[in-house]
């Protein structure tokens, strides 16, 4: 027998105001009233996997780009009324360079999802000297112009144009 088939209900009073904040929450996240209560009253463990990508990209070592690609293909699927909590949890890493490679890659999949940016990112400053995806002299002028804005302004250069992956 399928245990998540619905075969019960229950009924909740609320107030026309609370009514209201919820309609409008569960509009903001593509939902019904009622799968954005059950969504945000039975999270899964979505947050647990984002701080596991975390900790394993602190012990990765120096190859950390098939981390950080799992951490874009994670964050673009994210669904919609999650974003918030997850996001909110704010990484610590031992290189300073993760860490603004992760706050970078926040606010890029924030903006491309029309989401709000953690607050944390805002707070993740530049590297001290540049980051280029590649030692190929010609390819860094490339990189220094269609670097996403978000990776610019923290001094990393990488290329997104490829599936629009960073």
């Not at 909740?12 to 009514?19: E, M």
């Not at 012990?59 to 994670?74: E, I, Q, R, T």
């Not at 940016?117 to 530049?126: E, H, M, R, Y």
């Not at 269609?146 to 997104?160: G, L, M, Q, T």
Request: aromatic share 10%; proline share 4%.
């Amino acid at each position: 027998m399928n245990e998540n088939k619905k075969s019960d209900t229950i009924q909740i009073r609320v107030s026309a105001n609370d009514k209201k904040k919820l309609k409008r929450l569960a509009d903001t996240n593509r939902l019904t009233i009622s799968e954005y209560i059950i969504k945000m009253c039975l999270l899964d463990n979505t947050s647990d996997t984002l701080r596991q990508i975390y900790s394993e990209l602190a012990c990765a070592g120096n190859d950390k780009s098939y981390y950080f690609a799992f951490l874009n293909d994670y964050l673009m699927k994210v669904p919609v009324y999650l974003w918030k909590s997850i996001t909110d949890y704010k990484p610590d890493f031992p290189e300073q360079g993760d860490l603004a490679y992760v706050a970078a890659l926040m606010e890029q999949t924030a903006h491309v999802r029309n989401l709000s940016t953690p607050s944390w990112c805002s707070d993740v400053k530049a590297l001290d000297e540049p980051f280029m995806a590649s030692s190929i002299k010609k390819l860094r002028l490339y990189l220094l112009i269609n670097s996403p804005v978000p990776f610019r302004k923290r001094n990393i250069f990488i290329d997104s144009s490829a599936g629009d992956r960073v």
